[in-house]
């Protein structure tokens, strides 16, 4: 813990701002453990619409966030268009399952005409934040 308050710390008084996105990445062998921190400025919001690509496979393994994902979410955020804000993987079957950096939800409506909240249910990672999200709704 150490580690990230420095890191975090250090970029304040860089940057002059209270809005990061921390990354930690623990890499454990039989050897030793590391803890990398990786901290940046929080993106600036949109100021209208957010625009969104489709391309790219679901997660190998969606119960964690490991270090291939890392890797391989790289290439299709380095080979999106232009202007497009994430990146949203869709399977073969044509479902769309999540974004690089964030959870995909849809509001739309159901058979009776009931507002509902669509989301992947299996091959996204089960985080915290989608979990609060679908607890509340």
């Known amino acids: 813990m150490a580690c990230m308050r420095k890191a975090i710390e250090t970029y304040r008084e860089k940057c002059q701002t209270d809005e990061l996105k921390l990354t930690t990445l623990l890499n454990v062998d039989d050897q030793k453990s590391l803890l990398y921190v990786h901290v940046q400025t929080l993106g ?6 957010v625009k969104i690509q489709i391309m790219g496979a679901p997660r190998s393994n969606a119960l964690a966030k490991d270090s ?15 202007g497009v804000h994430e990146v949203v993987l869709c399977g073969a079957d044509g479902r769309l399952y999540e974004g690089l950096s964030s959870n995909l939800f849809v509001i739309g409506t159901d058979s009776s005409g009931s507002k509902t ?8 990672l089960l985080g915290t934040v989608r ?5 509340m709704c």
């Open 44 to 49: 600036k919001r949109p100021d209208g619409e």
């Open 131 to 135: 979990g609060l999200i679908i607890k």
């Open 68 to 82: 291939a994902w890392v890797s391989d979410r790289e290439g299709l955020w380095t080979s999106r268009e232009e």
């Open 117 to 124: 909240l669509y989301t992947a249910g299996e091959g996204v």
